[in-house]
């Protein structure tokens, strides 16, 4: 909550709890921000386990295709 706070996204409200603060668009931006992050720190981690790039491309078609 702690980081929702210091980006403007939510107030504390003492004893009523947390309020949401930030314009849905926000939330988008920053929700695309964060994942943007997550999959450059996977495909460095994937990196370092000695995956090449198209073996990384290939796991995520993969795992796309058994979700469908």
């Given at each position: ?65 058994r979700r469908?």
């Open positions: 909550m702690k980081v929702l706070e210091e980006q403007n996204l939510v107030t504390s409200c003492g004893t009523l709890g947390y309020f949401v603060i930030a314009s849905e668009q926000e939330i988008k931006e920053i929700r695309y921000q964060e994942s943007n992050k997550l999959v450059k720190i996977l495909f460095e981690k994937l990196g370092e386990l000695g995956f090449s790039e198209d073996e990384i491309v290939n796991l995520f078609l993969e795992k796309m295709l469908s």
